[in-house]
Every structure is written in structure tokens, then in C-alpha cells.
């Protein structure tokens, strides 16, 4: 199993919140479903590992 560092998961973070972002500008139902599974799946390994993540500003919309 590979081993996690804080920054790659803070990597995954940033890239699902830049797809969520992207999915819904498109406005495809199926492309924001799996961009949020994809959001939810690295911040769960954010918390899994003890990774704190900056916070967005509350302007962003992830």
C-alpha cells in the first residue's frame, strides 16, 4: 500500500474541487455526481490521515 503525504492528498483535494468546479459549469448531472464521489473520496483521505486542508474563503463553491 502506498503511503499518503499530507501533500498529495492535499493535491487530491485541490484537483476534485477544481473538477467538482468544472463538473458544474457544464451542468451534467452525471459529470457533478462523480466529481462529488471524487471530492468526498479525498477528503475522507484528508481526514484518514490527519491532513489539515486550508479553508476555502466561503467565495468558492467546494
Known amino acids: ?3 499518503m503525504t499530507p501533500d498529495a ?3 487530491q483535494v485541490t484537483e476534485a474541487r477544481a ?3 468544472a463538473a ?3 451542468g451534467e448531472y452525471g459529470a ?3 466529481a462529488l464521489d471524487a471530492l468526498e473520496e479525498s ?3 484528508a481526514r484518514l490521515h490527519g491532513v489539515e486542508l486550508p479553508a476555502t ?3 468558492e463553491r467546494t
Open 32 to 34: 457533478i455526481s462523480g
Open 43 to 45: 477528503l475522507g483521505l
Open 9 to 11: 492528498v492535499r493535491g
Open 24 to 26: 458544474v459549469d457544464s
Open 57 to 59: 474563503g466561503g467565495s
Open 1 to 3: 500500500m502506498t503511503e
Open 19 to 21: 473538477a467538482l468546479a
